[in-house]
């Protein structure tokens, strides 16, 4: 994970130089503000990965004498298909559809929203996926 997180923060460096160069030279307010964001994200996601490489124990990616092989093995946990992410990002749309005809469709679009929730959240408490 150190290496990763290295890699991170190398690009968020390289993202607050080029939003710093970029926000003086052309004076564009978004562009710049979409760099420094970029920046924002970058550094926590390198900040995560460095700081949770300190509290787990090494991976196979983090040694130089590592093999291929040493990695092998159970990643995780994976959900099986669920419909939920569907109805979230059906509700998701038609949320950000709302500023363009009008904002009555946020009306119709809460409700979806929280089903769609409500499914994610608790699809491990009922169904075949229920665990006991």
């Given amino acids: 994970m150190k290496i990763q997180g290295y890699l991170f923060s190398g690009i968020a460096l390289f993202m607050l130089g080029a939003a710093i160069v970029y926000g003086l030279w052309s004076k ?3 562009g710049t ?14 900040f995560y990965l460095v700081f949770t490489a300190r509290r ?5 990616q983090d ?5 291929i092989a040493d990695d092998a093995g159970e990643l995780g946990f994976f959900a099986p298909h669920s419909w939920a992410p569907l109805v979230l990002a059906l509700g998701g749309l038609t949320a950000f559809m709302g500023p363009v005809f ?3 469709l946020a009306f119709f679009t809460a409700p979806l929203l929280l089903v769609g929730l409500w499914l994610w959240v ?7 996926n229920q665990n006991q």
């Avoid at 503000?33 to 390198?46: D, V």
């Avoid at 787990?56 to 196979?60: L, P």
Wanted: charge should be negative; glycine fraction near 10%; aromatic fraction near 18%.
């Fill in 28 to 30: 564009e307010p978004v």
């Fill in 33 to 46: 503000t979409a760099l420094f964001l970029s920046f924002s994200l970058a550094a926590m996601i390198g």
């Fill in 56 to 60: 787990v124990d090494t991976g196979a």
């Fill in 63 to 67: 040694r130089k004498d590592a093999d």
């Fill in 102 to 104: 009008g904002w009555w």
């Fill in 122 to 128: 608790f699809e491990f408490y009922r169904g075949e």
